[in-house]
Structures are given as structure tokens and as C-alpha cells.
């Protein structure tokens, strides 16, 4: 597939347009941001590891009835994805508190949850993607109340696969963010990536962080452990 036109830069992908209107190639970059850009910088080799561990990740949920955006792996960096409009929400996952939900309410980061909670914000970064509920989203018109309890129930089934999966190579799945894109037939289906950009990884057995928490917090071995939360991922 002949790569056109770029229809769009992010803080961590370009897109670009193809021949096929329903069909755009994503190109993965190694530039990292936190804090709604605040704090910038480079993570070695990273577009090629998200690239990779995003498309692994998302194959194995196909392969669970979650249907995807993912077509075809292109490059180390590029991969054919359907086009999708983004719904405007990032769906957070948790099973264990971490980050902005201990600090918003106040308890210890690894306190475990009896069940995983779900939340979302609303994807603007002028107003630095704000927490919102349901009840916002549907009064914004970002999502339709069908489209809403579609995105949950898929966020809850990507959660037991990926929890399961994530098990059996060592490592916690702490919590993650999801989105969504509508196909152009109106089907909401899983889009962007799920990588150490967009999870908390949390090694079983000694604790340490294997995602960007090591950059956001500059905890060093940022690219160490990229490399090695891919290579757990490439040798299941
Ligand atoms: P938080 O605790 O900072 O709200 O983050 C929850 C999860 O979402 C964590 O796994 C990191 C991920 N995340 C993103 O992927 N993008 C973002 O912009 C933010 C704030 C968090
Ligand atoms: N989305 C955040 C930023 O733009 C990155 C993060 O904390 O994951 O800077």
C-alpha cells in the first residue's frame, strides 16, 4: 500500500493517507510527551517497539472477538490501520490504583481493587483532557448511549485478555488507556495503541516499572525497559 499524503501529526504517530479511502498507514515516532506536552523528549527506538507490541497486542484480541482497527504491519514503524473517526474520549482502565487516581482520592499507588473501574476524558488538550462521566459524554454528543455501553463492555473484555496475557510473561497490568474510533459504516472499534506509552506495567515479581512512568517520572532505563516489556511480548 503506497503511502500518500500525511493527514495528521500527534505527540506519538503521523498518518497518513492511501490509495484506499478506508485505509491509512500510522507511523510510529520515538518523540514522548507527559503532561499534555509539558515535558518532552526521546525514547530510543520506541515508535518501533509500540509499533510492534501494539500490533501483537491487538492481533491477540482479534483472535478474542475484539474487533480493531489493525489491518497489516507495513515496517518496524508503520502499520495499515482502517480509518476511523476518533471518538473524543480516552477510556482508562484500572485494577490497581496508580497515578492521577491515588492522587485524586488520596490512597497508596498498588492499592489492588476488589473489580476494575473505568473512566474516561475528554480528548482536548486545550482544556487538558478533563475526567468526565457518561452522562458528559452523552451531553457533549461525543458518544450516543449505545456507542457508550459498547465502548465499556469492550474495555472490560480487553481488560480480562490482556490481564490474563500480561500474567503469564511476569508482568501486572496496573491500568491502560483505550480508544475507540467509528469505521465508516458507524462501527465503534478498537483504535491508536496499547503500548508502555498508554499502560502501567508493573514487573510481578520485583515490582519495577517496564512503561513510561520511567519518563514521566524520570526514574532512568527508560529505553531498558521498553526493551525489555517487547522482548517479554515477542517471546510468547
Ligand atoms: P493516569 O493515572 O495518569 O490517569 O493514567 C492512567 C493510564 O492511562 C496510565 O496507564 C497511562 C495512560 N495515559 C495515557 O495513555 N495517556 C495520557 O495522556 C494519560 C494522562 C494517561
Ligand atoms: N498524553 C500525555 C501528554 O501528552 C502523555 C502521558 O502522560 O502519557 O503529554
Known amino acids: 500500500m503506497r503511502r500518500k499524503e500525511q493527514i495528521y501529526e500527534g505527540k506519538a504517530k503521523k498518518v497518513f493517507a492511501t490509495d484506499d479511502p478506508n485505509l491509512v498507514i500510522v507511523d510510529y515516532k520515538d518523540d514522548a510527551t507527559a503532561f499534555n506536552g509539558a515535558k518532552k523528549g526521546t525514547i530510543a527506538g520506541k515508535g518501533a517497539i509500540n509499533n510492534q507490541m501494539s500490533n501483537h497486542l491487538f492481533r491477540l484480541l482479534e483472535q478474542q472477538g475484539v474487533e480493531t482497527h489493525f489491518v497489516e504491519q507495513l515496517s518496524e514503524r508503520e502499520t ?4 476511523v473517526s476518533i471518538v473524543p474520549l480516552e477510556v482508562i482502565v484500572r485494577n490497581i490504583a496508580a497515578g492521577s487516581f491515588a492522587k485524586r482520592y488520596g490512597v497508596e499507588e498498588g492499592m489492588v481493587f476488589a473489580a476494575p473501574t473505568i473512566e474516561f476524558s475528554y480528548k482536548n488538550d486545550a482544556l487538558g483532557d478533563p475526567l468526565l ?14 456507542e457508550i455501553e459498547r465502548i465499556k463492555t469492550m474495555a472490560l473484555r480487553i481488560n480480562e485478555v490482556m490481564k490474563r496475557y500480561f500474567d503469564g510473561m511476569g508482568v501486572t497490568l496496573v491500568d491502560f488507556k483505550l480508544e475507540f474510533g467509528r469505521t465508516a459504516d458507524g462501527k465503534i472499534v478498537l483504535a491508536d495503541e496499547i503500548s508502555p506509552d498508554t499502560c502501567r506495567l508493573w514487573d ?5 516499572k517496564l512503561d513510561k512512568d520511567r519518563f514521566r517520572r524520570d526514574l532512568g532505563g527508560v529505553e531498558q525497559a521498553y526493551q525489555e516489556i517487547m522482548r517479554r ?4
Open 233 to 236: 511480548v515477542m517471546e510468547k
Open 133 to 146: 462521566n457518561s452522562y458528559h459524554a452523552l451531553a457533549l454528543g461525543l458518544a450516543n448511549a449505545g
Open 80 to 83: 495499515l490501520v482502517r480509518r
Open 204 to 208: 510481578k515479581a520485583t515490582g519495577e
